[in-house]
């Protein structure tokens, strides 16, 4: 089947999925299953785009390229629905549909944007699982992208599961060390960020060069990723930073002041501190815009420095 029809196909599936979901969950006024519904969501794409790639000319699973991609895949988005699950069930539920889920249309909206995260963020993996190409052996490129594919989603996990063993020791020592948490502020998005990357290169082999539109098209995944994690204000860095720092600043300004200084913002690195300023704000995406400012108060930014909240 073309690649352009199994996209499309894959799109109105996810389509059907979240607008039924979004159906049951109004008429019950509950999010419970809203993450739970995404994450399955993903494996359903998984499993249809490699069905309708299955042939007896070219079958699926003597396939190597979509057997270690498919597989890198599922275990990413395995492990976003039972983490999301559980965080939802320890919680107690999703305080950000509290004041929308007796709305209509709000609600629907959120389950709308569900379809197109789950599709954009597919691209890749759809378009390797729908290719005719026939590449059976895995260039240096290639090597390469699938095993930061894989450290990726690994180094996701292990930040998810660090963080939470945290929270569940009360939170000693204010805010998160422990583990990849030393070596970057949020190593769980650095994570999710790269494995789209990884993915997106990754699926070049599987199309027809530089020219393939649909490869170029599905950069869409990785990019989507970014725009979320880093420019969404209710979600990713923008969230967790900011005025989301005040806590810490209150309870010990000077030692979070030297972790922020100190650390890296995303990729787990040693040796922070040294890194020129103009590079934090380009390459390592240190931004001014997440730095938290006290009206009228004094806090230290990443270069060490007080500055006078306005």
């Known amino acids: 089947m073309n690649q352009i029809i199994v996209l499309g196909i894959s799109a109105g599936i996810t389509l059907v999925i979240q607008l039924i979901g979004f159906l049951v969950a109004y008429a019950f006024q509950t999010e419970v299953f809203y993450d739970i519904l995404g994450g399955l969501n993903y494996l359903a794409l998984a499993i249809f785009s490699a069905v309708v790639g299955d042939s007896s000319v070219d079958p699926w699973s003597s396939d190597s390229r979509k057997i270690a991609c498919v597989s890198i895949f599922a275990a990413s988005r395995s492990w976003l629905l039972i983490f999301l699950a559980w965080r939802a ?26 379809a197109f995260w789950v599709v954009l963020i597919s691209m890749p993996m759809i378009f390797v699982n729908s290719s005719s190409v026939d590449k059976p052996n895995f260039s240096v490129v290639d090597w390469i992208s699938i095993i930061l594919f894989g450290l990726a989603v690994l180094l996701a996990i292990v930040a998810d599961i660090q963080k939470a063993a945290w929270v569940k020791r009360g939170r000693k020592g204010t805010f998160c060390r422990d583990g990849v948490w030393a070596y970057s502020r ?98 390592f995406l240190d931004l001014e815009r997440w730095e938290y400012r006290p009206k009228g108060g004094i806090v230290e930014t990443v270069t060490g420095e007080d500055i006078i909240g306005v």
Not at 89 to 114: H, L, M, N, P, T
Not at 223 to 238: E, Q, V, W
């Open 89 to 114: 069930y320890d919680r107690g539920g999703d305080s950000r549909f509290d004041e929308v889920k007796s709305k209509f249309f709000e609600f629907s909206a959120f389950w709308i944007g569900q």
């Open 186 to 283: 949020h190593p769980n998005y650095f994570g999710e960020i790269l494995q789209w990357w990884a993915c997106w290169v990754f699926a070049f082999s599987s199309g027809e060069g530089f020219s393939d539109v649909q490869w170029w098209f599905s950069i869409l995944s990785p990019l989507f990723t970014m725009n979320i994690l880093l420019n969404t204000k209710a979600t990713g860095i923008p969230q967790a930073n900011g005025a989301s720092l005040k806590r810490y600043y209150n309870k010990c300004p000077e030692e979070y002041a030297e972790y922020r200084a100190s650390t890296s913002i995303l990729i787990p690195m040693v040796g922070y501190k040294n890194v020129p300023m103009f590079l934090k704000r380009t390459l």
